[in-house]
């Protein structure tokens, strides 16, 4: 049964504990034993048989601290399972006798797992008062799940967070409310996992290891040298905590490195992974393994030096004397016995350049007859240049492989690393968000390194943006945008719900006409935000196709100004500089070789407007390096790194066939209608292949204008001097004959409206100067324009 | 209620709990002292101080034979007498250990003892 008895013997003595268990009880009895012990003392001296008395209470009172410490304070547990003997010490000293739901929760929520899951889960105590109905849970209830929930965490114990826990799981819909807090179940339980390994963090922080002793280092011999250019890694570890490996992968890793360190072969390694992956750790773990005596007696007494090797190189002046400091070094190692030299970023032994020094020869004889222990920690691909270059290499060492660590593992390294990061940033609290953040933007973000290296570093940086002592998403997104200059849009405001439903007003607020153009490109970023696309893809990918001027580059200037808050986040790229084949290279250059090339801009810049204008004059080399970036919303630059697009809308503009529009609908067809001819003529005539029309979520046809949208034009450019004039509070209105004369003089069939802002420059802007400048105007005036002006300013 | 739980854990938990702290800690000194590690390497050359095996001349040979030997006669006197501190740490630690876990059940009555040892009126 898990009800809950308040006259247990534990619930009795951990309420005692609560009282007794003070310094200022302690020192009450210490006191008190060290003046009996003096009194006794004197006594003693003075022959008094009273001395006896005052010896035997100064051992009484010795005792009782003893008890407080190890019996109410630290409260063991007995062996029945009873609901008592699983509760903390925290609960059980809070709950009253015969607790309801409500008084549980109540002082469940005061306990410090609580706090921790109110800290870094955002579990505040309103949010459990109003959501979780305890009047409709049993005690009873509440303890089963809370139990099962322990259980199945493999926890010590039932605390206040594992309580709350239980509660939000035993309400119904609870899914719904996590939801709302951007969190899920398994969260809530890794927070749980997570708050019990920092405490049992500081709990095994001073427990004492046995590591071996005087014995230890007497029978091996000294390193002096090697102590000048290297770290001991395993001194780091001796009597004290153990690093954590929470990848699976990686804990196979130590084991085989053991397995080969105590084997007969050769007791070499090379852990051959990407930066980030955490071959260090594998490492730091190997060193901290072998110092327990249960791990393999044969190792116990290895030490693991980490060579610094940049260190090195600088002290020396040339090749010839690296490799003699290196021949020293090897000979102590070989000489001292029990010495592993670890090579981090052994690269920098196989390849002659600036702060590098290929001693190969050196080296590779020493690895082929197995003299010394050497573990060498090396990316895949210089492991294969070194390779390459030196055949006898890969046979001379044993191969280990790092895997990268997944999304549950990185975040259970970066739990893992938390204590640290805060502590650098004078405490600050590190959220649950922060940790999904940083790796989700990681993953996008930071380049040459894998997980959970990525997610880490992203960390690190982002406790320097922590927000009234805590360090959220928002921090994370803040670390991007200072560290590496990419502007991170708040997905909030761009799925803005209200904005989204009304896309089509607010597009035709700077665009007239093209009604179809508009509706399909807001009916796919509504399906895009609701949920509904492949998070693997750009937001939206379209293909506008018409004549010059008729607002292809305004609808996508509107829809940056929409969606992304701004008409700047808008990356063109003219494809028409890209018509040789050659031209690829440049388009996907990498940011050191080129700023402007499209990986480099998205990069910086990744929540935008990317429109590659005149796509039909663009290389078929370039469209096709383009069909990757449409499909999966990733291009590769010629570093080869991945660049996401997967947060940007793609618009490609092409006057292709505006001929054809032109010709089609003057001959009456729908549309719709010219659309699939147009499309079915352009691949007709290749200008485009299907599959590159195929990727395009819209093919959206822009139509002519007619003489009313010009005339709407027409009106917000007119709106648009007013704008300018508005800080000297002058107005213009220009007549209804006027404007017409000004379509008529500024429309172009071929241009579209392009010539129309020119002419109202050169007529409506040209007459306002003259008016202002002749003194003829005051603020706060209005002006009225009529044709005649019009004809007197053309004329000029 | 206080002291009949402080009675109940000296004579049943407490005394265990006792007994499994000492024998942790005289396992720390054992290991400190790492007394198996020293007898196995008790002849061993003093932190490796020796010259190397280079060249076959029977004078390099006799040098590196009687340079080890030196080295290995340091090794086994330093080892020797931390063996002999070693084992008489672990001995007076043992024996305290010993001395107090008897003792255990009688500490509590220690003012009791105290009373009667003051009406017996026996001083020193």
Same mark, same amino acid.
């Given at each position: 049964?898990?009800?809950?008895?308040?006259?247990?013997?534990?619930?009795?003595?951990?309420?005692?504990?609560?009282?007794?268990?003070?310094?200022?009880?302690?020192?009450?009895?210490?006191?008190?034993?060290?003046?009996?012990?003096?009194?006794?003392?004197?006594?003693?001296?003075?022959?008094?048989?009273?001395?006896?008395?005052?010896?035997?209470?100064?051992?009484?009172?010795?005792?009782?601290?003893?008890?407080?410490?190890?019996?109410?304070?630290?409260?063991?547990?007995?062996?029945?399972?009873?609901?008592?003997?699983?509760?903390?010490?925290?609960?059980?000293?809070?709950?009253?006798?015969?607790?309801?739901?409500?008084?549980?929760?109540?002082?469940?929520?005061?306990?410090?797992?609580?706090?921790?899951?109110? !800290?870094?889960?955002?579990?505040?105590?309103?949010?459990?008062?109003?959501?979780?109905?305890?009047?409709?849970?049993?005690?009873?209830?509440?303890?089963?799940?809370?139990?099962?929930?322990?259980?199945?965490?493999?926890?010590?114990?039932?605390?206040?967070?594992?309580?709350?826990?239980?509660?939000?799981?035993?309400?119904?819909?609870?899914?719904?409310?996590?939801?709302?807090?951007?969190?899920?179940?398994?969260?809530?339980?890794?927070?749980?996992?997570?708050?019990?390994?920092?405490?049992?963090?500081?709990? !095994?922080?001073?427990?004492?290891?046995?590591?071996?002793?005087?014995?230890?280092?007497?029978?091996?011999?000294?390193?002096?040298?090697?102590?000048?250019?290297?770290?001991?890694?395993?001194?780091?570890?001796?009597? !004290?905590?153990?690093?954590?490996?929470?990848?699976?992968?990686?804990?196979?890793?130590?084991?085989?490195?053991?397995?080969?360190?105590?084997?007969?072969?050769?007791?070499?390694?090379?852990?051959?992974?990407?930066?980030?992956?955490?071959?260090?750790?594998?490492?730091?773990?190997?060193?901290?393994?072998?110092?327990?005596?249960?791990?393999?007696?044969?190792?116990?007494?290895?030490?693991?030096?980490?060579?610094?090797?940049?260190?090195?190189?600088?002290?020396?002046?040339?090749?010839?004397?690296?490799?003699?400091?290196?021949?020293?070094?090897?000979?102590?190692?070989?000489?001292?016995?029990?010495?592993?030299?670890?090579?981090?970023?052994?690269?920098?032994?196989?390849?002659?350049?600036?702060?590098?020094?290929?001693?190969?020869?050196?080296?590779?004889?020493?690895?082929?007859?197995?003299?010394?222990?050497?573990?060498?920690?090396?990316?895949?691909?210089?492991?294969?240049?070194?390779?390459?270059?030196?055949?006898?290499?890969?046979?001379?060492?044993?191969?280990?492989?790092?895997?990268?660590?997944?999304?549950?593992?990185?975040?259970?390294?970066?739990?893992?690393?938390?204590?640290?990061?805060?502590?650098?940033?004078?405490?600050?609290?590190?959220?649950?968000?922060?940790?999904?953040?940083?790796?989700?933007?990681?993953?996008?973000?930071?380049?040459?390194?894998?997980?959970?290296?990525?997610?880490?570093?992203?960390?690190?940086?982002?406790?320097?943006?922590?927000?009234?002592?805590?360090?959220?998403?928002?921090?994370?997104?803040?670390?991007?945008?200072?560290?590496?200059?990419?502007?991170?849009?708040?997905?909030?405001?761009?799925?803005?719900?209200?904005?989204?439903?009304?896309?089509?007003?607010?597009?035709?607020?700077?665009?007239?006409?093209?009604?179809?153009?508009?509706?399909?490109?807001?009916?796919?970023?509504?399906?895009?935000?609701?949920?509904?696309?492949?998070?693997?893809?750009?937001?939206?990918?379209?293909?506008?196709?018409?004549?010059?001027?008729?607002?292809?580059?305004?609808?996508?200037?509107?829809?940056?100004?929409?969606?992304?808050?701004?008409?700047?986040?808008?990356?063109?790229?003219?494809?028409?500089?890209?018509?040789?084949?050659?031209?690829?290279?440049?388009?996907?250059?990498?940011?050191?070789?080129?700023?402007?090339?499209?990986?480099?801009?998205?990069?910086?810049?990744?929540?935008?407007?990317?429109?590659?204008?005149?796509?039909?004059?663009?290389?078929?080399?370039?469209?096709?390096?383009?069909?990757?970036?449409?499909?999966?919303?990733?291009?590769?630059?010629?570093?080869?790194?991945?660049?996401?697009?997967?947060?940007?809308?793609?618009?490609?503009?092409?006057?292709?066939?505006?001929?054809?529009?032109?010709?089609?609908?003057?001959?009456?067809?729908?549309?719709?209608?010219?659309?699939?001819?147009?499309?079915?003529?352009?691949?007709?005539?290749?200008?485009?292949?299907?599959?590159?029309?195929?990727?395009?979520?819209?093919?959206?046809?822009?139509?002519?204008?007619?003489?009313?949208?010009?005339?709407?034009?027409?009106?917000?450019?007119?709106?648009?001097?007013?704008?300018?004039?508005?800080?000297?509070?002058?107005?213009?209105?220009?007549?209804?004959?006027?404007?017409?004369?000004?379509?008529?003089?500024?429309?172009?069939?071929?241009?579209?409206?392009?010539?129309?802002?020119?002419?109202?420059?050169?007529?409506?802007?040209?007459?306002?100067?003259?008016?202002?400048?002749?003194?003829?105007?005051?603020?706060?005036?209005?002006?009225?324009?009529?044709?005649?002006?019009?004809?007197?300013?053309?004329?000029? | 209620?206080?002291?009949?739980?402080?009675?109940?854990?000296?004579?049943?938990?407490?005394?265990?709990?006792?007994?499994?702290?000492?024998?942790?800690?005289?396992?720390?000194?054992?290991?400190?002292?790492?007394?198996?590690?020293?007898?196995?390497?008790?002849?061993?050359?003093?932190?490796?101080?020796?010259?190397?095996?280079?060249?076959?001349?029977?004078?390099?040979?006799?040098?590196?034979?009687?340079?080890?030997?030196?080295?290995?006669?340091?090794?086994?006197?330093?080892?020797?007498?931390?063996?002999?501190?070693?084992?008489?740490?672990?001995?007076?630690?043992?024996?305290?250990?010993?001395?107090?876990?008897?003792?255990?059940?009688?500490?509590?009555?220690?003012?009791?003892?105290?009373?009667?040892?003051?009406?017996?009126?026996?001083?020193?």
């Amino acid at each position: 049964m898990n009800s809950y008895n308040y006259h247990t013997s534990r619930a009795r003595r951990a309420r005692l504990g609560k009282v007794l268990g003070h310094k200022a009880v302690y020192a009450f009895f210490y006191i008190f034993a060290l003046l009996f012990l003096a009194a006794g003392t004197y006594l003693l001296i003075q022959k008094s048989p009273l001395a006896w008395l005052c010896f035997g209470l100064a051992i009484f009172f010795v005792l009782p601290p003893y008890w407080i410490r190890h019996d109410l304070v630290e409260l063991p547990k007995n062996k029945t399972d009873s609901l008592e003997n699983r509760l903390s010490r925290e609960l059980l000293v809070r709950l009253p006798k015969n607790p309801d739901t409500k008084a549980i929760l109540t002082e469940s929520l005061e306990c410090q797992s609580a706090i921790f899951l109110e !800290n870094r889960y955002g579990i505040v105590a309103p949010l459990i008062d109003i959501l979780v109905p305890a009047s409709e849970i049993k005690p009873e209830d509440l303890f089963t799940k809370a139990s099962e929930i322990a259980t199945s965490l493999n926890l010590p114990e039932v605390d206040g967070g594992t309580v709350i826990v239980a509660s939000i799981e035993l309400t119904p819909n609870y899914e719904k409310i996590l939801k709302s807090l951007k969190l899920d179940l398994p969260a809530l339980y890794g927070g749980i996992s997570w708050y019990y390994y920092l405490v049992n963090l500081t709990k !095994n922080y001073r427990k004492y290891k046995n590591t071996g002793g005087i014995a230890r280092d007497l029978s091996f011999g000294y390193a002096n040298l090697l102590s000048r250019f290297a770290e001991n890694i395993s001194q780091k570890y001796v009597g !004290n905590y153990s690093p954590s490996l929470n990848i699976a992968s990686h804990k196979d890793n130590v084991k085989q490195m053991i397995d080969i360190f105590s084997g007969k072969g050769r007791q070499n390694v090379a852990l051959i992974g990407a930066n980030g992956s955490g071959r260090s750790n594998i490492v730091e773990n190997f060193a901290s393994e072998i110092l327990n005596s249960k791990t393999s007696e044969k190792l116990r007494f290895r030490q693991i030096f980490r060579l610094d090797a940049a260190a090195l190189v600088a002290s020396a002046s040339g090749r010839g004397q690296i490799e003699g400091l290196m021949n020293e070094i090897f000979n102590e190692v070989y000489a001292a016995k029990n010495i592993i030299l670890w090579l981090d970023n052994a690269e920098i032994f196989f390849e002659d350049q600036t702060g590098a020094i290929d001693i190969s020869n050196l080296l590779i004889p020493i690895l082929e007859n197995g003299a010394i222990r050497i573990i060498l920690t090396i990316d895949e691909q210089h492991f294969l240049e070194a390779s390459s270059k030196n055949p006898r290499f890969t046979n001379s060492i044993n191969r280990i492989m790092v895997q990268a660590a997944n999304h549950d593992e990185t975040i259970a390294v970066l739990q893992d690393q938390s204590p640290y990061f805060e502590y650098k940033s004078q405490h600050a609290i590190i959220t649950y968000w922060a940790l999904e953040e940083a790796y989700r933007l990681g993953s996008k973000y930071i380049k040459d390194l894998v997980m959970p290296g990525q997610a880490l570093t992203l960390l690190e940086m982002a406790v320097n943006y922590a927000e009234e002592g805590f360090v959220t998403d928002k921090s994370v997104q803040q670390a991007v945008e200072k560290n590496f200059g990419i502007k991170m849009q708040s997905t909030q405001s761009a799925t803005d719900k209200k904005k989204l439903l009304d896309l089509e007003s607010e597009l035709h607020k700077r665009l007239i006409g093209q009604d179809s153009a508009v509706k399909a490109v807001s009916d796919s970023l509504r399906r895009s935000a609701a949920g509904v696309r492949n998070q693997n893809r750009p937001i939206g990918t379209f293909i506008f196709l018409g004549p010059t001027g008729v607002g292809k580059t305004e609808l996508a200037k509107a829809l940056s100004e929409t969606y992304f808050n701004g008409e700047q986040n808008v990356i063109r790229i003219d494809l028409n500089e890209y018509v040789k084949e050659e031209d690829v290279s440049r388009l996907i250059a990498d940011a050191s070789e080129y700023d402007m090339s499209l990986t480099a801009q998205i990069s910086k810049q990744p929540f935008a407007v990317v429109l590659l204008d005149e796509i039909e004059k663009a290389h078929p080399k370039v469209l096709t390096a383009l069909l990757q970036l449409l499909d999966e919303g990733i291009l590769r630059d010629t570093k080869n790194h991945e660049v996401s697009f997967r947060d940007a809308i793609i618009i490609a503009t092409s006057n292709a066939g505006a001929n054809q529009i032109r010709d089609y609908l003057s001959s009456g067809k729908k549309l719709d209608e010219v659309k699939d001819i147009l499309v079915e003529q352009l691949i007709h005539d290749g200008e485009f292949k299907p599959e590159f029309l195929n990727r395009f979520d819209e093919i959206c046809v822009f139509e002519p204008l007619e003489k009313d949208d010009l005339m709407k034009i027409i009106d917000l450019i007119i709106a648009s001097v007013n704008d300018n004039l508005s800080s000297q509070k002058i107005t213009i209105n220009v007549d209804n004959d006027a404007k017409a004369l000004l379509v008529e003089k500024g429309y172009d069939p071929k241009l579209g409206a392009r010539p129309m802002r020119r002419i109202v420059q050169k007529t409506v802007e040209n007459i306002i100067a003259k008016r202002v400048l002749a003194g003829d105007v005051s603020s706060g005036a209005e002006i009225q324009i009529s044709k005649q002006d019009i004809i007197d300013q053309l004329e000029k | 209620m206080a002291l009949i739980y402080f009675f109940s854990w000296w004579y049943t938990r407490g005394w265990g709990f006792f007994l499994k702290q000492m024998s942790e800690k005289l396992q720390h000194i054992l290991d400190a002292f790492s007394i198996p590690n020293l007898l196995k390497t008790l002849f061993h050359p003093f932190r490796q101080i020796s010259a190397n095996e280079r060249g076959r001349t029977i004078d390099a040979k006799i040098y590196v034979f009687f340079d080890k030997l030196v080295s290995r006669l340091v090794g086994f006197f330093a080892r020797f007498f931390l063996i002999i501190a070693g084992i008489i740490c672990i001995v007076i630690a043992a024996v305290f250990f010993l001395v107090l876990c008897i003792l255990w059940p009688f500490l509590p009555l220690a003012p009791i003892a105290g009373i009667i040892l003051t009406i017996s009126g026996f001083t020193l």
